[in-house]
């Protein structure tokens, strides 16, 4: 038996994100700083790394047309998430302050497409994908049936408050720790 990191380095960084945009909240305002710009890398560190799960799991759903489809919308999701936080990066050097961030976000967001594609619609697939992907593995009995249902509930956490963030990467290791000790067995035609 291996132990797959990516399945664990992917919520632990999800969690680090959390907890630094907690520590950023402390004065009242998140960003500019080094703890918006350390947990916005922490993020897109996780979607890489998620976008490797993502392909794992496609891989041990013996590539079937659901499973890829799935991975195209999660991995597309996980990479319009990237582009917003790596804006979000971008933003905060440029702004002097919080109050600075503002206008800046405006701009972008004023692109049209943008502000669907990148902040509403686009980085739900990558939530969604990562739901329907366990959820598959579970009726294949690859993963037990709580896994998708713990993957669920810290998908919504964000949805209740931004502050569960680090409760929903912890969350996502316990449910991923099936497959991160796993022999992932990968059908013999793959």
């Known amino acids: 038996m291996r132990i797959h990191p990516?399945?664990?380095?992917?919520?632990l960084l999800s969690?680090?994100?959390g907890i630094l945009r907690l520590v950023d909240g402390i004065d009242g305002s998140r960003g500019p700083g080094?703890?918006?710009?350390a947990g916005h890398l922490a993020f897109m560190g996780a979607l890489v790394l998620f976008v490797y799960i993502f392909r794992e799991m496609w891989l041990m759903l013996g590539r079937s047309r659901g499973a890829t489809a799935v991975l195209v919308a999660g991995a597309a999701g996980a990479g319009l998430a990237f582009v917003q936080f790596a804006i979000?990066?971008?933003?905060?050097f440029m702004a002097a302050d919080h109050e600075a961030m503002g206008p800046l976000f405006d701009q972008v967001q004023?692109?049209?497409?943008?502000?669907?594609l990148v902040y509403q619609a686009g980085p739900v697939l990558?939530?969604?994908?990562?739901?329907?992907?366990?959820?598959?593995?579970?009726v294949r009995r690859q993963v037990p049936v709580w896994v998708p249902a713990l993957v669920l509930v810290q998908v919504l956490l964000p949805f209740v408050s931004l502050?569960?963030?680090?409760?929903?990467?912890?969350?996502?290791?316990?449910?991923?720790?099936?497959?991160?000790v796993?022999?992932?067995?990968?059908?013999a035609h793959a």
């Open 163 to 180: 502050d569960l963030i680090p409760l929903g990467g912890l969350l996502a290791l316990i449910a991923f720790l099936p497959l991160a």
């Open 6 to 11: 990516a399945y664990l380095a992917a919520p």
């Open 126 to 138: 990558f939530y969604v994908a990562q739901v329907v992907l366990v959820a598959m593995l579970a």
């Open 88 to 92: 979000d990066v971008v933003v905060g």
């Open 15 to 17: 969690a680090g994100y």
């Open 182 to 187: 796993s022999d992932r067995r990968v059908p």
């Open 34 to 37: 080094p703890a918006w710009t």
């Open 110 to 116: 004023a692109v049209p497409g943008v502000s669907l």
